[in-house]
């Protein structure tokens, strides 16, 4: 009985226990990167939904409609070659990490950089499906891995803060 009741309280814990739903409020606004300035900037977007925690700085998922085209997005802001969706809770349904892996391996669905380092060593990166839909989600990139393994910051990243050092 207390296996099946241990089981039960990790499985709350991991699905539900430490996510949060937030708002724009929260976390700002849907944002790119500017081919043109390379600093983030706000996009168009309506029917926002997010989940975040603070038990870890890639707990981020977010789902959002946006009028804007791919063509035009594309023109204007930072695309993302590599992009890999991380899964969300079963309940928070309108993030599909397959669907949204898929169609970004398909070439559907285009990602952009949202923002760079929204905390040291993790992007904020935005996908957008033809059909208007967009994703967001929070991605670790290659300052983090090298910092969160332990080694020192490579050439061109920002200095690591002294607390994941």
Not at 92 to 100: G, P, S, T
Not at 130 to 139: E, L, Y
Request: proline share 7%; with cysteine; glycine share 8%.
């Amino acid at each position: 009985m207390s296996a099946i009741i241990a089981g039960f309280a990790m499985y709350y814990l991991q699905v539900y226990a430490y996510y949060d739903k937030v708002t724009t409020e929260d976390v700002g606004e849907v944002q790119l990167v500017s081919v043109i300035s390379g600093q983030s900037e706000p996009i168009l977007f309506e029917n926002f939904k997010a989940i975040d925690s603070d038990s870890s700085p890639i707990r981020f998922r977010a789902c959002f409609d946006t009028p804007l085209s791919q063509a035009m997005l594309t023109e204007t802001y930072t695309i993302l070659p590599q992009a890999e969706p991380l899964v969300a809770p079963s309940w928070f349904d309108c993030f599909d990490a397959r669907e949204i892996g898929e169609a970004l391996e398909s070439g559907d669905a285009i990602a952009f950089m949202g923002v760079e380092n929204i905390s040291y060593g993790i992007d904020r990166i935005v996908a957008i499906m033809p059909d208007g839909r967009g994703f967001s989600w929070h991605q670790i990139n290659a300052c983090g891995e090298t910092v969160f393994d332990g080694n020192p910051a490579p050439e061109g990243c920002p200095p690591a803060p002294e607390r994941v050092q």
